[in-house]
Nanobody
Framework: QVQLVESGGGLVQAGGSLRLSCAAS????????MGWFRQAPGKEREFVAI????????DYADSVKGRFTISRDIAKNMVLLEMNSLKPEDTAVYYC?????????????????WGQGTQVTVSS
């Protein structure tokens, strides 16, 4: 059974930092695109960042460029999201997602596997 488990969320003041981790089990995603998405209260789930299997290609939503960094730890079957200069509008449940292959997509429906999410709350 494939599982993606996020951790690292919490409450932080504006301007602070958090590091999210997503650990995969049940299969290896060493040759798969992985990404992060988020869903704020009352809003639709949205793209945050994706990484190619090697980490050599990354893409970010305009709203997080320059503040968030996605990275892969292939050996540990993990994807990470370093979030700096956090803003109240970053408050959301953050989800890790993975594809079955190396195709690069930023759309939600392109991802076959999802974690349960971790809450990030940024206070002003």
């Amino acid at each position: 059974q494939v599982q993606l488990v996020e951790s690292g969320g919490g409450l932080v003041q504006a301007g602070g930092s958090l590091r999210l981790s997503c650990a995969a089990s049940g299969r290896t995603f060493s040759r798969s695109t992985m990404g992060w998405f988020r869903q704020a209260p009352g809003k639709e789930r949205e793209f945050v960042a994706i990484s190619s299997w090697s980490g050599g290609y990354t893409d970010y939503a305009d709203s997080v460029k320059g503040r968030f960094t996605i990275s892969r730890d292939i050996a540990k079957n993990m994807v990470l999201l370093e979030m700096n200069s956090l803003k109240p509008e970053d408050t959301a449940v953050y989800y890790c997602a993975a594809r079955d292959d190396v195709a690069l997509y930023s759309t939600i429906r392109a991802y076959q596997y999802w974690g349960q999410g971790t809450q990030v709350t940024v206070s002003s």
